[in-house]
């Protein structure tokens, strides 16, 4: 499975503020994902990041607060804009397994704290 | 709608008991049912099942896919400790999407 390594693991952030998010990944990948937890939540899609397009977005997420860059196979980065209390959540980026792509890998996540 | 339905949401048990998660699922196009631990933050895999009736099996952990009746269980036995986390289902549907279910959390105490 690929290892992937997702920075900062938390952060504390003052309303109004952007954070990004990185996620590095050890091996080249077609499809990074974004998901976010929420408090006592399950994990629910961002956006998917192909190397070369414009990220896809899941109903509910626009590109204005999320936006996403992929400028490699290896790499993509998640910014979280003008940031609000409800954006205090777990950030997690994943990838499709190379080998079975029904698999998705995630990486340790970010945990956001707005005040 | 395409949706995930796990159960029980919580569930708290004693060292050396057996427990039983559930997972029901509605979608066309499946492709797959995973399941992952989450302790922290990062969901670690643990099965992948596209096959009906065939048990997927590691260590203490075993998981069965129905897809007549649209479920699927997995079982720990011999509780430990160390199994304390929250237990997520996965439905992946069409190419590349996957849905996520609420979640069990499974608490073993000593």
């Known amino acids: 499975s690929a290892v992937i390594s997702q920075k900062p693991s938390r952060d504390i952030c003052q309303r109004g503020t952007s954070l990004t998010i990185q996620c590095q990944v050890d091996?080249?990948?077609?499809?990074m994902f974004w998901y976010r937890q929420q408090p006592g939540q399950s994990l629910t899609l961002i956006a998917t990041?192909?190397?070369?397009?414009?990220?896809?977005?899941e109903s509910g997420f626009v590109i204005d607060k999320f936006p996403i860059s992929r400028p490699n196979l290896t790499f993509s980065t998640l910014t979280v804009s003008n940031m609000s209390p409800e954006d205090s959540s777990i950030y997690l980026c994943s990838v499709e397994d190379q080998g079975s792509k029904n698999i998705q890998y995630f990486g340790a996540g970010t945990r956001l704290s707005v005040l | 709608e395409d949706k995930v339905v796990q159960s029980p949401l919580s569930l708290v048990v004693h060292e050396g008991d057996t427990v039983t998660l559930n997972c029901s699922y509605e979608?066309?196009?499946?492709?797959?049912l995973l399941w992952y631990k989450q302790e922290k933050k990062a969901p670690t895999f643990l099965f992948m099942l596209t096959s009906s009736g065939i048990e997927k099996k590691s260590g203490r952990l075993s998981s069965i896919l129905d897809k007549k009746e649209l479920f699927s269980i997995l079982n720990i036995t011999a509780t430990q400790t160390g199994d304390s986390a929250v237990y997520l289902c996965?439905?992946?549907?069409?190419?590349?999407?996957?849905?996520f279910g609420a979640g069990t959390r499974l608490t073993v105490k000593p």
């Open positions: 091996s080249q990948v077609t499809m």
């Open positions: 996965a439905m992946g549907y069409n190419n590349n999407d996957m849905r």
């Open positions: 990041a192909n190397q070369g397009s414009e990220a896809t977005y």
């Open positions: 979608v066309t196009n499946f492709r797959s």
